[in-house]
């Protein structure tokens, strides 16, 4: 279980142009109590419906590190008190890579953080200048190295479609990625959101957003190649707040709520296409076989994929069956 606490923009030196994180996290308060982040930590607990065996307190939504140092010190001391007390297990934060270095090592390390999520972006510096990042890829790579090399865990947050991206400066981007070996990843697609930079680029003209179908793309490319590499990507996609779904609040951009599952079921759509292609299955009955997990991806929404499988191939029926022989979490689709 990761317990989310909301830091909203504390410790960032300046504004990205696609920042607007009183929609994309909701409204959390300013300022954080002990109090309020115990209470927090209950919550979620006494929610569940049995203790998980690994909890931790993960602070999001900000430039943790960036933090004023006294402020950074109470809140990770309230999070080591829930870890002396047996609440929570371990403490995750995210942060610029900037603003990671030797002494902040030793300070995260000490407090009982075990893992922490650089906001990277982009690799490419001419996309990070324009998205006012404020950092370069060489801070990144920096930091990556200088955290892994620590002992933490450390994960890198992507973005596609951002000002100045293309195609191939987002593959150079996951090349690069892959080459730090971080131990996961979070990527989704740039969204246009009202009260940004980028939404005033994006009506005068300066900035055009991806369409849906080039963010799932991007996104499924990205998606297998860190497959491919072994490494796991937790999240794709932007997780739905109710500030965002409120109207005018996302001016353009690739959003839809099930965004994940799209790239997924677009990954799988090919896996099956690529496996019919190499068979002479016209007019045949012809059975899928998937992970029980990839199911409904193989599937697609109501069906979608299987539909257009049986059109493409002349099909005479097809269907889905979940083979537990398969490991779980493999994408991998067999014909029998």
């Given at each position: 279980m990761i317990i989310p606490i909301?830091?909203?923009?504390?410790?960032?030196?300046?504004?990205?142009?696609?920042?607007?994180?009183?929609?994309?996290?909701?409204?959390?308060?300013?300022?954080?109590t002990e109090g309020q982040l115990r209470q927090t930590v209950?919550?979620?607990?006494?929610?569940?419906?049995?203790?998980?065996?690994?909890?931790?307190?993960?602070?999001?939504?900000?430039n943790f590190t960036g933090l004023d140092g006294e402020e950074e010190i109470a809140l990770l001391g309230y999070a080591k008190s829930l870890i002396s007390e047996?609440?929570?297990?371990?403490?995750?934060?995210?942060?610029?890579?900037?603003?990671i270095d030797r002494e902040q090592c030793d300070l995260l390390w000490s407090f009982g953080v075990t893992t922490v999520e650089i906001g990277a972006q982009s690799m490419v510096d001419e996309v990070l200048e324009l998205s006012g990042r404020g950092h370069t890829s060489a801070d990144t790579v920096r930091a990556v190295e200088?955290?892994?090399?620590?002992?933490?865990?450390?994960?890198?947050?992507?973005?596609?479609?951002?000002?100045?991206?293309?195609?191939?400066?987002?593959?150079?981007?996951?090349?690069?990625?892959?080459g730090l070996k971080p131990a996961m990843v979070r990527l989704h697609p740039t969204i246009v959101f009202e009260n940004t930079a980028l939404a005033e680029a994006y009506g005068e003209g300066r900035y055009q957003p991806m369409s849906l179908a080039e963010a799932i793309d991007a996104c499924k490319y990205a998606l297998k190649k860190f497959s491919e590499a072994g490494i796991p990507?937790?999240?794709v996609g932007l997780q739905t707040t109710k500030e965002m779904e409120a109207a005018g609040s996302i001016v353009a951009g690739p959003f839809h709520p099930a965004f994940h599952a799209l790239v997924e079921e677009s990954i799988f759509y090919d896996m099956a296409f690529d496996l019919l292609s190499a068979q002479d299955v016209a007019s045949k009955d012809v059975v899928l076989f998937v992970s029980p997990r990839y199911e409904s991806y193989l599937r697609g929404q109501k069906n979608n994929n299987l539909k257009r499988l049986k059109e493409r191939f002349r099909l005479n029926?097809?269907?889905v069956k979940p083979d537990e022989a398969l490991k779980w979490g493999t994408r991998i689709v067999n014909i029998r």
């Open positions: 909301f830091i909203m923009n504390k410790g960032c030196p300046n504004r990205c142009v696609f920042c607007n994180l009183q929609k994309t996290a909701g409204d959390h308060p300013g300022q954080i209950a919550s979620y607990i006494g929610s569940a419906k049995k203790k998980p065996d690994d909890i931790q307190l993960a602070f999001y939504g900000g047996g609440l929570i297990h371990s403490i995750r934060v995210s942060t610029r890579p900037d603003y200088m955290l892994r090399g620590w002992g933490f865990i450390t994960g890198i947050h992507l973005m596609a479609g951002l000002p100045g991206d293309s195609r191939e400066r987002f593959a150079c981007t996951i090349d690069r990625s892959i990507v937790i999240r029926a097809i269907t």
